[in-house]
């Protein structure tokens, strides 16, 4: 598995003499001094956001041979509150979200996995709701298109107009691209169901993806069919 990520990235650093960095996801030019030190800059930045150096209080409500998941919420002390939101911050970038707003900042619960070398390697933010509309399967054509037409692809699903009830919408997923394929965003929505609602856990039906990119609808389909 670990050498077929090599290949993709590998085939990404070909391309237009760009280096994709595998850490931090940053696309530069590796002959461009200019590029170099943006990228030094922005790739110190992304280690300084998802470093982890541990708290006085620390909600874990979970734990693993790997890592251990911590919940913050939204009355948390301010290291906690700005840790999650640095994490989200790297997220929203790579998902090229604009704005770092949540809907509903004053409900929402940021789930942070850590792992055993102290890196934020997961976010998850969950946020209640009352109701979501079903992602319709994709047409066939969608299927085949390359990582070029991301752009594209990315708001290209099609949705049911008839709304469903739901409880819990996870607003944002993210897991670190070198932690990827470990079922660390398995483990993290496990946890949000047992834990999101006090004493009731809520069923794969319950929860509900917003606006998903390719690779959150991959997951997405994956997890709530097994
Ligand atoms: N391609 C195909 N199948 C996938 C992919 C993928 N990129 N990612 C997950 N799956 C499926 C697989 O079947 C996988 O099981 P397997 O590895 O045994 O084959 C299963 O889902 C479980 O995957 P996990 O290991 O639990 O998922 P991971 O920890 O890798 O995280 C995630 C998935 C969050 C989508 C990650 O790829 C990511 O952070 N991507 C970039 C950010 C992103 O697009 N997030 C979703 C945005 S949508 C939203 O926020 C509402
Ligand atoms: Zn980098």
Known sequence: ?????????????KQFGATTCSSCGMVYSADNPEDNFQHTQ????FLDSIKFVGWKK??????????KILLVMPDDPKYAIKKAEDVRRVADN????QQVALSRPTQAKTYLF??????????????????AYRVLE????????TK???MERHRAWCCSTVPERALCGISRIWVFSLARRQGIATRMLDTVRSTFM?????????IAFSDPTPDGKLFATKYCNT
């Open 42 to 45: 922005f790739h110190q930045r």
């Open 148 to 150: 070029d037409d991301f």
């Open 138 to 145: 994709q047409p066939d054509r969608l299927k085949d298109m």
């Open 198 to 206: 006090y004493g009731s856990p809520l069923t794969k039906e319950e």
């Open 1 to 13: 598995k670990q050498d077929d990520d090599q290949l993709i990235i590998d085939a990404g650093q």
């Open 58 to 67: 620390e909600r874990v409500v979970a734990e693993f041979w790997d890592g």
């Open 94 to 97: 790579e998902l090229g979200f």
């Open 114 to 131: 850590i792992n055993t070398e102290r890196l934020v390697v997961g976010c998850l933010v969950a946020e209640p709701i009352r109701q």
